[in-house]
């Protein structure tokens, strides 16, 4: 194996580290995070997170905007926006149904983005079994109702819209700067929704610590990781590894909230994340033939 190889694979290696450490993250967080849900309001947790979380990251990266042109703005306006809509679905969904579940419908919304956009035999093939995969996750008896299968689905929705607000961000600035003011963003939008639950923070000091240990942990380290990651891994491959999101809420809502997991939900999650793995490699791998 020549020098360059190695320092490809190297990369490669340490890219999928990253970007599998970051889901890990964001996806403990959220189950840390259930239990502020009686305390404040599903709403009001994510509100503080992206407030806590965009103190810190700025502290940290004190990004320099001042020659920023209109599309840097723009990119960080539409990120921060997405990822609000998403987390702000995300926590709805959480505190209604499994994590595991959650997660699963949640990322129909940027594998539907991809399945679509090539309609293909195989692609609609594997559309269909991510529906199965769905059918056996969302059977009656299983945990789910319609209500948090909708906040799923609108997380799913933000989730799409991220990918693309993501990439975007990612091409306009270097560093942590845009991830800064993205969240930056995402913590005014959702501002008025952590005022209401500020006194109850004060008497309950428990709570905020609980808050402060996830933002840093969901939106400095694991939003920071993922963007390593990213920018160390072909499309390809990062698309796969996303794809094993939903296995690992299922593994991290059993470890942690003792969620149940049965016969139903392997099988089921087993179709979504075949779908998921082979639709985003077929996608990206064809996205990069045409790009040569």
Same mark, same amino acid.
């Given at each position: 194996?020549?020098?360059?190889?190695?320092?490809?694979?190297?990369?490669t290696? &340490?890219?999928?580290? #990253? /970007? *599998?450490?970051?889901a890990t =993250?964001?996806?403990? @967080?959220?189950?840390? !995070?259930?239990r502020?849900?009686?305390?404040?309001?599903?709403?009001a947790? &994510?509100?503080?997170? #992206? /407030? *806590?979380?965009?103190?810190? =990251?700025?502290?940290? @990266?004190?990004?320099? !905007?001042?020659?920023?042109a209109?599309r840097?703005?723009?990119?960080?306006?539409?990120?921060?926006?997405?990822?609000?809509l998403?987390?702000?679905?995300?926590?709805?969904?959480i505190?209604?149904?499994?994590l595991?579940?959650?997660?699963?419908?949640?990322?129909?919304?940027?594998?539907?983005?991809?399945a679509l956009?090539k309609?293909?035999?195989?692609?609609?093939?594997?559309?269909?079994?991510?529906?199965?995969?769905v059918?056996a996750?969302?059977?009656p008896g299983?945990?789910l109702?319609?209500?948090g299968?909708?906040?799923?689905?609108?997380?799913?929705?933000?989730?799409?819209?991220y990918?693309?607000?993501s990439?975007?961000?990612?091409?306009?600035?270097?560093?942590?700067?845009?991830?800064?003011?993205?969240?930056?963003?995402?913590?005014?939008?959702?501002?008025?929704?952590s005022?209401?639950?500020?006194t109850?923070?004060?008497?309950h000091?428990?709570?905020?610590?609980?808050?402060?240990?996830?933002?840093?942990?969901?939106?400095?380290?694991g939003?920071?990781?993922?963007l390593?990651?990213?920018?160390?891994?072909?499309?390809?491959?990062?698309g796969?590894?996303?794809?094993?999101?939903?296995?690992?809420?299922f593994?991290?809502?059993?470890?942690?909230?003792?969620?149940?997991v049965?016969?139903?939900?392997?099988?089921?999650?087993s179709?979504?994340?075949?779908?998921g793995?082979?639709?985003?490699?077929?996608?990206t791998?064809?996205?990069?033939?045409?790009?040569?």
């Open positions: 194996m020549s020098p360059v190889d190695k320092r490809v694979g190297a990369r290696l &340490s890219g999928a580290g #990253f /970007l *599998l450490l970051g =993250l964001i996806q403990w @967080t959220a189950a840390i !995070v259930i502020v849900f009686p305390v404040i309001s599903p709403s947790t &994510s509100a503080w997170r #992206f /407030l *806590l979380g965009a103190l810190v =990251l700025l502290a940290l @990266t004190r990004p320099n !905007v001042r020659h920023w209109r840097q703005w723009l990119g960080a306006l539409a990120l921060g926006a997405t990822v609000a998403m987390n702000q679905c995300f926590y709805q969904a505190a209604r149904i499994p595991g579940g959650a997660v699963a419908i949640e990322y129909l919304g940027p594998f539907c983005v991809a956009g309609r293909s035999p195989r692609h609609l093939a594997l559309v269909g079994l991510a529906g199965v995969g059918v996750l969302t059977r299983n945990g109702n319609l209500t299968i909708l906040f799923a689905a609108g997380a799913g929705v933000g989730w799409a819209a990918i693309f607000a990439r975007r961000v990612g091409g306009a600035t270097t560093g942590f700067g845009g991830l800064a003011v993205s969240m930056s963003v995402a913590a005014i939008l959702t501002l008025p929704l005022i209401g639950a500020t109850r923070l004060v008497h000091p428990f709570v905020f610590g609980r808050l402060s240990i996830v933002a840093v942990m969901a939106i400095v380290l939003f920071g990781a993922e390593q990651g990213l920018r160390r891994l072909k499309p390809s491959i990062a796969v590894l996303m794809a094993c999101d939903p296995a690992l809420a593994f991290i809502g059993w470890l942690l909230l003792h969620q149940s049965r016969g139903w939900d392997v099988v089921g999650l179709c979504v994340v075949l779908a793995a082979g639709v985003m490699y077929n996608s791998v064809s996205e990069s033939e045409l790009a040569q």
